[in-house]
């Protein structure tokens, strides 16, 4: 759900721009904090893996197509911080570089997709592992949030959608939900995948907050 | 992560973007769709603002369309890795001074 160019009124993209701008700097200033040696190179490991996912379109009903956000399944492995600037950085690129998202739109988008996507996305998987207490619990909250995640950002998109005059809130909302609920599945599974995964092979890349900052 | 592992990542990642994306769906997106069906899709048609290089994830002067996306990917997927590896650097050299 990159906003191309055009879809934002300036009131709206200037105010996105503006509360990304914001995140980013508390993002950046958190993430000098907390971040611990072995999560730098997985920084660039899930920059690269996010970048090469969302180029993987998956059909979804009646002639749509979706793909992965990534916000929850970097989250879960760099912390929100770390991720949100991960997140911010392939949003750059790709408009940047491959002309996938408006200039203009470059802050709404890493404002649905890297603050509220990603963090967001990450507080719902915090509530769900309290919530879940089985084994189970970091996948099914993983799926969860991803899901919400989706949903989150796609409803953002629609209300700066419906203030920038595209679409009245009441068409523009229920059309833009209704289409992520399929793709926030597809988001959901793949990040489960990766997860399962990660817990397999390396179990302790997975985020924990508990863990000192600096050892 | 070792060396080893942060190669492999890479591989997987290249793979995914070289030789899987070809064959990614090239329906409308989520955002795309609806703003086809609400009839506000023209709007973001205008000409764009500033000039990509690779605009779309196909890579210029490349006769074939899916080699030139896979060039776009393997070019994406590393610029993606160094960049933020470079961040991530900097970001963690403050803390490596205090101690």
Redesign the interface.
Known sequence: ???????LSTPAWVSTWVLSFGGLAYC?RK???V?Q?????????????????Q??????L??????LLGGVLAAILLGPY?AA??LS??LI????????G???ALGANIFNMSIIGTMGGYCVYLLMLRIFNNNKKVLIAAGIAAWVSVMCA?GL?AVE?ALSG??PFK??LP??LF??AF?GIGEAIITMLVISFVLKV?PD?IYNTREAP?E | MSKKEIFVAIIIALFCAVILSPFASESPDGLEKVAEEKSFIEQGEREPIIYAPVPDYVFPWIKSEGMATATAGAFGTLIMFFLVYGIARMLKRPNAKKG
Do not use: W, Y
Request: with cysteine; charged share 10%; proline share 4%.
């Open positions: 759900m990159h906003i191309p160019d055009g879809f950046v993430t000098k904090e971040l040696d072995k999560v730098v190179p997985l920084m660039g490991v899930m920059a690269a893996f996010i970048f090469a996912a180029m993987l379109n998956f059909p979804v009646g002639g749509t197509s979706g793909h770390a600037i991960v950085c392939v690129v790709q408009c940047i570089v491959f002309q996938d408006g200039l203009t796609s998109c959608l595209m679409s068409v523009v059309a833009m289409v992520h793709i390396r890349l600096h």
